[in-house]
C-alpha cells in the first residue's frame, strides 16, 4: 500500500498556526511522524491561505524536505502554487490532484504532460458528482485516456474514484470498490488512491466504519490510500487486509507488525 | 389525539403509518393546520434537536424526512391558498465552482420539513443566479454551502452581490470549512454548522 500522510494540510488548527508562526520544526515533526509511521508521500496544504498559498507551498516543501528523503504529495488545484512548489522539490513529486472539471483539467495537464510524476486522478467532471460505476468509469475513461495521450505513464496515474458518505445512499460504499476493481482491470498497471473518511460522514463510531471500508476496497485492489499513518488501528487494518488479498509474501509484512505491536 | 401518532410515526421513521394517519385524519375532519404544524412539522423539529444533540443520525433524518413528505403529500391537494402558507422562502445551492451537493441537500430537505418553501438552484451557482432567483420568488433568505476552501471566496462574492442589488434578503452560509469567523468577515447574516441548526437561523432571521 503506498501511503500519503495526510497530516500536514492547514485545514487543521495547528497546521495553520504553524505556518503563519513559520515554525519549520513543527512542520518537520509532523513529517518526520509520519514517515516513521510508515508514510510513502507527505502530502503538504496550504489551500486556506488565498494568495499566499504558493509562498507557503513551497515553505512546506523545503522544510518537509530537509528531514526526509520521502517525497510529497502537493495538495492543490492552482499551477502557480503547485509550479513554486515544484521549483524547490526534489525527486518524483506526486500532484494532488487533477479531474475532469474543465478549468482544472487545462490548467493542471501542461504540468504533469510528459513528466515523471505521480499524478492523483479524481473522478469528478463539471456534470456533477458520480454515483454509480458507470459515473466514474465514464469520467476515468476520458482522464485517464488524456493523461495517457499527453505522455504521462500508466504507472504514475492514481485514479481516485472519489468517495460519498454512505449515510445518504446506501450504494455508494459498493459503487465506490467495484469501481476500483474495474479501473485495476480496464487499466493494467494503474494505481488507485482515495482519502476515504468520507464514506462515514454522517454516522457513529466512524474509525470502525473507515477501517472496514479500507478493507472491502483493498480486497478489490486499491493500492493507495491518503490517510493519517499514525492511526494504529487504520495501518494495522490495511496491513491485514493487504496480507489477505494476496500482496503479502509470506505474511512478512504482516508479522513484521505484529512483532512491532500493530496488533 | 391521533395528531400525536403522526408526530409519532415520523419520528419512528414509519412512512405506511404517517400516511394511513394522515389520511384518516384528514378523513375524518380534523383541522389541517393541525395536522400540519402539531403532527408534521413538529415532529421533523424533534428530528433536528435528537439529530442535533447526536441521538440520530443522517441517514434516520433522511427517514424521518421522507415519511414527512408522504404525509404532506396527502395534505398538499387539499391546502386552499391562505391556508398553512409556507413559513417564508428559501433559496439555496452550492456556490461557483463548487459541485459539492449532500450537505445542501440536507438542509434543503429540513428546511421543507419547517415548513418552509425551498428554491433549490442545484450546485455551480453563480452570484446573480441567486440575486434573481430570491427576487423573483421574493425570498427572506439565500442559503449558500460550500465544501472547498478554494470556494469560499465564491460566497463572499454572492453575499456582496445581493447587498449590492439593495435587496432585504437575508444570507447564511454553511459547510465543511466554513465557519462564524468566516460569516463575520465576510458579512453574512449567519452560520450554521448543521441542517437542524440552519433551519433554526432561517427562523429567527424571518420571525
Keep these: 500500500m503506498i501511503i500519503i500522510g495526510e497530516l500536514i494540510n492547514a485545514s487543521r488548527k495547528a497546521i495553520k498556526a504553524a505556518i503563519e508562526a513559520q515554525d519549520a520544526s513543527a512542520i518537520q515533526k509532523v513529517a518526520e511522524d509520519q514517515v516513521a509511521a510508515g508514510a510513502d508521500y507527505i502530502d503538504v496544504n496550504a489551500g486556506i491561505f488565498v494568495g499566499k498559498e504558493p509562498e507557503y507551498l513551497r515553505w512546506l516543501v523545503q522544510n518537509v524536505q530537509e528531514v526526509t528523503d520521502k517525497p510529497c504529495a502537493i495538495d492543490s488545484p492552482d499551477p502557480h502554487a503547485i509550479e513554486a512548489a515544484l521549483s524547490v522539490h526534489q525527486g518524483s513529486p506526486m500532484i494532488n490532484s487533477i479531474s475532469l472539471e474543465k478549468e482544472r483539467y487545462e490548467k493542471l495537464l501542461p504540468i504533469v504532460a510528459g513528466k515523471d510524476m505521480k499524478v492523483i486522478a479524481l473522478c469528478m467532471s463539471d456534470a456533477g458528482m458520480p454515483q454509480t460505476v458507470a459515473d466514474r468509469m465514464k469520467i476515468a475513461d476520458e482522464l485517464v485516456g488524456g493523461l495517457l495521450k499527453n505522455n504521462v505513464s500508466v504507472e504514475n496515474i492514481f485514479v481516485d474514484p472519489l468517495v460519498q458518505p454512505l449515510s445518504v445512499d446506501k450504494t455508494f460504499g459498493v459503487e465506490f470498490i467495484n469501481t476500483i476493481e474495474k479501473i485495476v482491470a480496464t487499466f493494467p498497471g494503474i494505481h488507485t488512491a482515495c482519502g476515504l473518511s468520507n464514506i462515514s460522514y454522517g454516522l457513529p463510531a466512524r474509525k470502525f466504519m473507515n477501517q472496514t471500508f479500507m478493507t472491502m476496497a483493498i480486497a478489490k485492489g486499491l493500492d493507495g490510500a491518503i490517510i493519517n499513518p499514525l492511526d494504529g488501528r487504520m495501518m494495522a487494518t490495511i496491513i491485514a487486509a493487504e496480507a489477505l488479498s494476496g500482496r503479502d509474501n509470506f505474511c512478512m509484512n504482516y508479522l513484521k507488525a505484529f512483532r512491532a505491536g500493530y496488533f | ?207
Excluded: C, W
Aim: charged letters at 20%; aromatic letters at 4%; glycine letters at 10%.
Design chain 2, 1 to 207: 389525539m391521533t395528531v400525536k401518532e403522526i408526530f409519532d410515526a415520523v419520528l419512528a421513521f414509519d412512512e405506511a403509518t404517517v400516511t394511513g394517519k394522515t389520511q384518516a385524519e384528514l378523513d375524518g375532519g380534523t383541522d389541517i393546520d393541525a395536522i400540519l404544524n402539531d403532527g408534521l412539522i413538529s415532529a421533523m423539529d424533534e428530528v433536528g434537536e435528537r439529530f442535533s444533540s447526536g441521538e440520530l443520525f443522517v441517514p434516520e433524518m433522511l427517514m424521518a424526512a421522507q415519511a414527512m413528505k408522504a404525509g404532506l403529500a396527502i395534505l398538499k391537494p387539499h391546502l386552499s391558498a391562505g391556508q398553512s402558507q409556507s413559513k417564508g422562502v428559501v433559496v439555496i445551492g452550492t456556490v461557483k465552482g463548487d459541485l459539492h451537493d449532500i450537505g445542501k441537500n440536507l438542509v434543503s430537505m429540513m428546511m421543507e420539513g419547517a415548513g418552509f418553501e425551498v428554491v433549490d438552484l442545484g450546485v455551480d451557482v453563480e452570484s446573480e443566479a441567486f440575486v434573481k432567483t430570491a427576487a423573483e420568488k421574493n425570498a427572506q433568505v439565500i442559503a449558500l454551502s460550500a465544501l472547498l476552501t478554494t470556494t469560499m471566496p465564491s460566497m463572499e462574492s454572492t453575499v456582496k452581490a445581493v447587498k449590492e442589488a439593495g435587496m432585504a434578503t437575508r444570507t447564511i452560509i454553511g459547510g465543511a470549512p466554513v465557519t462564524q469567523a468566516f460569516a463575520d468577515q465576510i458579512g453574512a447574516d449567519g452560520y450554521s454548522a448543521d441542517a437542524p441548526g440552519a433551519v433554526k437561523l432561517v427562523k429567527e432571521l424571518v420571525a
